[in-house]
């Protein structure tokens, strides 16, 4: 059986959600998607992208996809092939190309030449979202409020306390600037980020007036949507999945 209990924090939404055996559920849309590999000049220098677009003609909204610090693996270009049949241009960056553990200014100019990279294209409507994961969850709180480009962002597992690499700026410092939804995805046993420090920032988010929505998987540990740099078939991954696509499509389609 699978449950989920939701509550309000003022107008924000907070999910929690728990199950037991399996559920099937759909993870691609009826897009054909495909693939190939773009280069995104920043910072004179050309880092790789793995890009995936739908083959129809058309104009579509966009998202660019951050991945972790384990770098572009597989579970990521699956993400971005699958968010490609429901109807977006994805582009995911490969941010570590030149540095492991690169400054935050770096990636803002990556995230900044990524969108302009975008907006260049015929089959983009204008209508950009930001999704990352692990560091790129934490890159996703961060610079979701300091990108106007940015219509909407999903975080999973994120650090909202963290100044990363380099000790630079938290993402909590940045919620006065928050002025799109966000989506929040995390783990009840996540070790590395600890729930209670989500909970702690969804508070902050709310005393601020600031539009976010959290699903919360109860048992789940980080990097709950990966398993051997494969995107996980659990039940939790699927689901996480398909909560990202639905929120994307009621915030970035007009």
């Known amino acids: 059986m699978y449950e989920d209990v939701n509550f309000w924090l003022d107008d924000s939404l907070v999910v929690i959600s728990g199950c037991t055996g399996n559920m099937d559920s759909s993870t691609t849309g009826g897009y054909q998607a495909k693939g190939t590999t773009v280069n995104i000049t920043s910072g004179n220098m050309a880092y790789p992208a793995y890009l995936a677009a739908p083959s129809e003609e058309g104009k579509k909204p966009a998202v660019v996809l951050v991945h972790s610090n384990q770098g572009l693996e597989p579970v990521y270009r699956n993400l971005t092939d699958r968010l490609a049949s429901e109807g977006y241009v994805v582009l995911s960056p490969q941010w570590q190309t030149f540095e492991q553990r690169p400054g935050d200014e770096t990636i803002e100019r990556l995230l900044r030449d990524s969108v302009a990279y975008l907006r260049t294209r015929p089959d983009v409507n204008g209508n950009i979202g930001l999704t990352g994961f692990c560091a790129g969850g934490r890159y996703t709180m961060l610079f979701l409020p300091q ?68 699903k ?39």
């Open 147 to 214: 990108i106007d480009d940015f219509k909407s962002g999903v975080a999973f597992y994120g650090f909202p306390y963290s100044g990363g690499f380099a000790n630079q700026s938290m993402p909590v410092d940045m919620i006065e600037q928050l002025n799109v939804p966000l989506l929040m995805i995390h783990g009840t046993h996540d070790r590395s980020s600890p729930i209670a420090d989500i909970y702690r920032y969804a508070t902050e988010l709310n005393a601020s007036g600031k539009y976010f929505e959290l």
């Open 216 to 254: 919360v998987y109860q048992g789940q540990p980080h990097r709950f949507m990966t398993e051997n740099g494969e995107l996980s078939q659990s039940f939790a991954a699927r689901d996480a999945y398909r909560e990202m696509a639905t929120f994307f499509d009621r915030t970035l389609r007009e």
